[in-house]
């Protein structure tokens, strides 16, 4: 474009020169045509062009180069008269056009290209500049000493200040007391190194209001641009910042939960586990290790059949089939054998799924309710207990009972039943279990010994778990660790002990007194019972011996009588007499028989002489003669004791002869009684040792000495003496 015309000829030279130029020639003053250019990449005005064409070419192509066509011109003017002429990106001498237009048009192109670059730039420029102007993370700049340059508008919504509130400030002196050190140890690290140009940190920033927000901060030092040649090599700090205080809160709680699982896993009494698709253990928790005695880093990438017992790993196994197979999760009541003892779960399965949902692990939690169970056990047992009790009609079958019942309701293998002994000296097992036979064999308990017997005298219930420890105990390096004995009145006392250690609580001891109520219930019933048939047994004896027995005397009697007042003989009274004594010894027998089945009263001691002497003196003995041998004092029901003698003492006179000779003597654990009459022969003696007996004296005698010796819980015995008569032996005495 030109106001001369003689120039606009020297622009068309440009044109031949590069062919590929499309040149247009406008005159200003013909108009607003010349703004009607589609494209103009380079704008050439001559000096004479008047300042405000100058200025609306500017309006109107901003970014399109502008060369001055300068004419009339030196070459003074290339040094610095440029710098007076108004903004251009170029300019060329006008007699170049045509001497030189190969450089011109080159210095053209290089018009055109940087002005192309400078648009880009600029682009970029504005470009970044919206970036960042809009940005919700925070920009910063700060120079080599710490000071802020520039702030992001966003600082308003993250930290509350206004965009150059903080332009000047020391940066630091908003960090966190806590935090300043670590940031300032970052950003002058990365200022002063060579190498390392970026810096990550996280830190505390005081907000506008005073609060502390949570910065995650990425910087990076970059050079600052420096007058050239000079000395100083300045750096400035380039900060891009976001709020992480919501993602810091978040983390913290999630790391608080986790934390707070974790002390939850590791403390609970449930077993928790997780486990791969093959049942290699991923995880375990304290309480696991505890059951299985093995600590995590050995059983962690083991599968089942390598941490459970054999007979366990099946079940195992089919279990994690189903949860994997329904993909839900699954209840399961566990009845397994570790390390010995039983141990019952309550057990949670459930499968884990990856992001495509597909099954990768097993999940489990297990409670333990071994407790519980045997609880609901023990309550059953008891349950079925007492029809079974019902049905029992002996001792012996209600020992077998109580023993079967009291091993499940009280869960000890070592279960006996104690009695005591008709003598009421020792304490005698009844019926036990197969472990306490191994271990006690039959062993009686004497009285006032140990603590089963403490148990009978006070009627309290005992249960421990170190019986050891008790200064009653009977043998202090007994095997039992926990026992309980439970009282049964006055018949005795139930046992129930193992060798592992076993904390009974108060529905042990709950079981227990119901248990030993029951038992004691029982054995009172068949008790009563049995004495019931021994009365039973001994009122038909009575009944036999008045219809039949006392009849003949009494008849005898009568018949003599008779005869005597028919006669007026009096000798007949005689006969009389003798029918009316055999009638008052029948009735005596009875009255002794009677008295023997009411039991054993208070015990007392005395000597044996004493003793055989009174009940010698005490029965018709004619002129048979009685020879005590031995001091020996002898404790028992002494009426009782003088019941037997009298009878023992009437059969060998009336079997020995009025003369017959009686000794009586010491053995060891008893006494006996001899006579040298004609004896009992073999077979009779058996009769008489298995309760057979003929004839009523022989009746009455001897079952009055066998109920004495069988109340005091002794042992009888017949045997041919040294003269041939009769010599019955008594054991088992205190």
């Known amino acids: 474009m030109s106001g001369d015309l003689e120039a606009a000829e020297r622009v068309h030279s440009l044109g031949r020169e590069r062919r590929e130029l499309t040149i247009t020639v406008v005159d200003p003053t013909d108009g607003d045509e010349w703004t009607q250019t589609e494209s103009v990449d380079c704008v050439l005005y001559h000096d004479s062009v008047d300042s405000t064409v100058i200025d609306r070419i500017r309006s109107e192509w901003p970014a399109v180069p502008v060369v001055h066509v300068i004419g009339g011109r030196n070459d003074e003017f290339e040094d610095g008269a440029i710098a007076e002429l108004r903004p251009v990106d170029d300019w060329v001498d006008e ?48 120079d080599e000493n710490g000071l802020v340059q520039y702030q992001s508008p966003s600082i308003s919504n993250i930290l509350g200040y206004g965009q150059d509130e903080l332009v000047g400030e020391y940066a630091f002196d908003y960090i966190h007391p806590d935090d300043t050190n670590r940031a300032a140890e970052i950003f002058f690290d990365v200022v002063t190194s060579e190498t390392n140009r970026i810096g990550r940190a996280v830190f505390r920033f005081r907000h506008a209001d005073g609060s502390w927000i949570s ?126 003892k039983r141990r019952v779960f ?80 020792v304490l005698r097992p009844l019926t036990m279990t197969d472990e306490a036979t191994d271990l006690f064999g039959e062993t009686a308990i004497p009285r006032g010994s140990g603590i089963a017997w403490r148990v009978f005298t006070t009627g309290e219930l005992y249960a421990s778990s170190d019986i050891s420890s008790d200064p009653e105990v009977l043998n202090p390096e007994t095997s039992i660790e926990s026992e309980i004995v439970v009282p ?10 193992s060798t592992e250690t076993r904390t009974f609580d108060e529905h042990d001891l709950e079981f227990a007194t119901i248990l030993g109520a029951m038992i004691q219930g029982t054995i009172d019933r068949v008790d009563r019972e049995r004495q019931l048939q021994t009365k039973n047994k001994r009122l038909e004896e009575f009944s036999n011996v008045l219809a039949h027995d006392l009849r003949n005397p009494l008849a005898v009697a009568k018949g003599y009588a008779e005869l005597t007042r028919e006669t007026d003989d009096l000798e007949y009274l005689s006969d009389v007499e003798e029918g009316v004594e ?35 003196s005490s029965i018709e003995t004619r002129e048979a003669t009685l020879r005590v041998e031995s001091d020996r004092t002898i404790t028992a029901d002494l009426g009782w004791l003088q ?33 040298d009459g004609p004896g009992i022969d073999p077979e009779q003696r058996e009769r008489l040792l298995e309760g057979d007996s003929s004839g009523a004296n022989v009746r009455f005698g001897f079952k009055i000495i066998r109920d004495v010796i069988d109340a005091h819980g002794w042992n009888l015995s017949i045997e041919e003496s040294d003269e041939g008569g009769a010599r019955f032996e008594i054991v088992g005495l205190r």
Request: aromatic share 6%.
């Open 643 to 675: 019941q037997l003698f009298e009878n023992v003492f009437r059969n060998a006179i009336e079997h020995g002869g009025a003369d017959v000779s009686v000794r009586v003597g010491a053995i060891d654990g008893g006494f006996y009684i001899a006579d």
């Open 346 to 425: 309550f057990n949670v399965r459930a499968p884990l799924f990856d992001a495509d949902g597909e099954p990768y692990a097993i999940y489990g939690i297990a409670t333990e309710i071994t407790e519980r169970k045997e609880r609901e056990e023990s309550m059953q047992a008891l349950a079925e207990a007492g029809p079974r009790l019902l049905e029992c009609e002996t001792m012996e079958s209600v020992g077998s009972v109580a023993v079967s019942v009291a091993e499940s309701v009280l869960n000890q293998p070592i279960t006996a039943i104690l009695t005591l002994d008709e003598a009421g000296n």
């Open 215 to 340: 910065l995650e901060a990425v910087g990076q030092s970059l050079p600052t641009d420096t007058p050239t040649g000079s000395d100083d090599d300045g750096r400035e700090f380039v900060i891009i910042s976001r709020d992480i205080t919501e993602m810091r809160e978040t983390t913290e709680e999630l790391r608080s939960t986790r934390d707070q699982l974790q002390v939850i896993l590791d403390n609970t009494p449930a077993v928790v586990y997780m486990k791969d698709l093959e049942q290699r253990y991923l995880y375990v928790n304290p309480a696991f290790e505890e059951i299985f005695d093995q600590p995590r880093e050995e059983i962690l990438g083991k599968r089942t059949e390598d941490i459970h017992p054999a007979v366990n790993v099946e079940q195992i196994n089919e279990m994690d089939r189903e949860v994997l197979e329904s993909g839900e999760a699954n209840k399961y009541v566990e009845d397994f054998r570790i390390r010995g």
């Open 95 to 142: 007699d170049r056009l045509v001497s030189a237009p190969s450089l011109v048009v080159a210095r053209l192109r290089r018009a055109v290209e940087r002005a192309t670059e400078l648009s880009t730039a600029r682009e970029r420029a504005t470009h970044f500049s919206g970036l960042i102007e809009n940005a919700s993370d925070l920009v910063t700049v700060l």
């Open 582 to 616: 055999r009638a008052l010894s029948i009735m005596d027998g009875l009255l002794a028989l009677a008295r023997t089945g009411q039991g054993v009263n208070e015990f007392e001691s005395a000597e044996l002489e004493q003793l055989a002497s009174e009940a010698w």
């Open 488 to 497: 049964l009145g006055e018949h005795g006392v139930l046992l129930a002990g």
